[in-house]
């Protein structure tokens, strides 16, 4: 390759990225920001155990959903690959197939919440923790958001499919906008607590819900006859294959971030042109992680806002330091593990996870015992520190491979 294709340098490639990109990345900030919002609120109930509780019961919903949740990293690929090739018939079976798949998990995964509360709240806090008594009707209402948040997953990956990240955003927003809303009106007006924080969730994932089946049914991406219809085996088996190998990462991870999408569609430049911009994405990653971990560095001041309490501010600074750090790695990591993803790598992916859940489980138990909760983010940058040699050795062979995929193809490659 010619010239540095590494570093961002505008050229019409950056502004490919950007078209695309951008309206994604601001759609999975928006999630965060929305639990800041949570976090927030509960904050100023000014109880330490109700944080903590609706902490632990959030992580124990979230490890859950996406332990199930592997559809959309599998959708996204199928959906792109048919969109691609002008097989918008079978594009649209491919996320009819998803949604019957994705209620059936869905309503397995409330269940579960529902009849084991005690259970799953188990991995994170004793039987005998004073905040279970805030964890336990957070979960419980959370748990009805199961399915409805798991179909709005594929109805994102459709719309990432078909390149559209602009439609996704604006369901988000706009869905969000009303968690936002209700948060401080259930929680305090009608004296919920901490379950009227998991009322407002769940209201806004049936608004993402309806909102994400409408407008695909509208684009003509979902036939309401093929939803009822008994799933075909010949549409499930590149989504049960594809996700077996995703759904090993996904236990390993205990959730599956979602980094880039389907960029590698718009190109038709061959092989050279695949390497340059997997490497362009890459120091898109660099900087974007950078950015955003300097970014949380100088909102370092501001963990007022969200509690009171000054001995939780004290537990919370250098935890926040080394998350803040951590940032410049995940944004490798996630547009990395992204490329791996549009490849079809799934195992690869998986393995690469796998051996970093081990590492940070030796790490954890060290650790923690000599810096405590410090020692928990000390853990997570061993985790990201092996992923991120996992992409790095993807990367290095491709850039050895005697033929890289062809852009158009990256999801094919296994």
């Known amino acids: 390759m010619k010239g540095n294709s590494f570093w961002p340098r505008g050229d019409k490639l950056d502004k490919s990225i950007l078209l695309i990109s951008l309206p994604a990345i601001l759609n999975f900030a928006i999630n965060p920001l929305i639990g800041a919002i949570d976090l927030f609120w509960v904050g100023r109930m000014s109880n330490a155990l109700s944080l903590a509780g609706q902490s632990a019961a959030n992580q124990v919903f979230t490890s859950a959903f996406w332990i199930i949740s592997f559809l959309p990293s599998v959708t996204t690929p199928l959906v792109a690959k048919y969109w691609a090739a002008g097989e918008k018939d079978k594009a649209r079976d491919v996320v009819c197939q998803a949604m019957i798949l994705g209620s059936l998990l869905g309503l397995f995964g409330m269940s579960f919440i529902l009849l084991f509360p005690h259970f799953a709240l188990s991995s994170v806090l004793p039987p005998s923790a ?11 209402i959370r748990a009805l958001a199961f399915l409805p948040s ?58 993402s819900f309806v909102s994400y089946v409408t407008l695909l049914s509208r684009a003509g991406m979902v036939r309401l006859k093929s939803l009822l219809s008994l799933p075909s085996w010949t549409t499930l088996k590149p989504l049960i294959s594809g996700g077996a190998s995703v759904q090993l990462r996904a236990v390993a991870l205990n959730i599956v971030f979602l980094a880039v999408t389907r960029a ?11 390497k340059k911009l997997v490497n362009r994405l890459m120091g898109w990653g660099l900087v974007l992680g950078s950015l955003l971990g300097g970014l949380q560095l100088l909102l370092l001041p501001f963990i007022s806002v969200f509690t009171p309490l000054a001995e939780v501010q004290a537990a919370a600074r250098i935890p926040s330091i080394i998350a803040s750090v951590l940032q410049v790695i995940n944004g490798l990591v996630f547009i990395g593990e992204g490329v791996m993803q549009g490849c079809g790598n799934f195992l690869t992916l998986a393995l690469s996870n796998v051996v970093a859940c081990g590492g940070m489980m030796c790490a954890l138990h060290y650790f923690v015992k000599w810096w ?28 050895n491979d005697k033929g890289a995929p062809h852009p158009r193809h990256l999801h094919l490659r296994s």
């Open 372 to 399: 405590g909760l410090t020692g928990v983010w000390a853990s997570f940058g061993v985790f990201n520190g092996l992923r991120l040699m996992g992409v790095v050795y993807h990367q290095v062979r491709i850039e």
């Open 130 to 140: 004073p905040a279970l008594k805030y964890a336990l009707p957070y979960l419980r």
């Open 150 to 207: 798991l179909i709005s997953t594929v109805g994102f990956s459709a719309f990432r499919g078909k390149m559209d990240t602009i439609t996704p955003l604006k369901i988000s927003g706009f869905a969000n906008l009303f968690n936002a809303v209700l948060d401080p009106i259930f929680i305090f007006r009608f004296g919920w607590g901490v379950s009227g924080a998991a009322a407002a969730t769940v209201v806004a994932e049936f608004i």
């Open 264 to 274: 590698t569609q718009m190109f038709s430049e061959g092989d050279v042109a695949a």
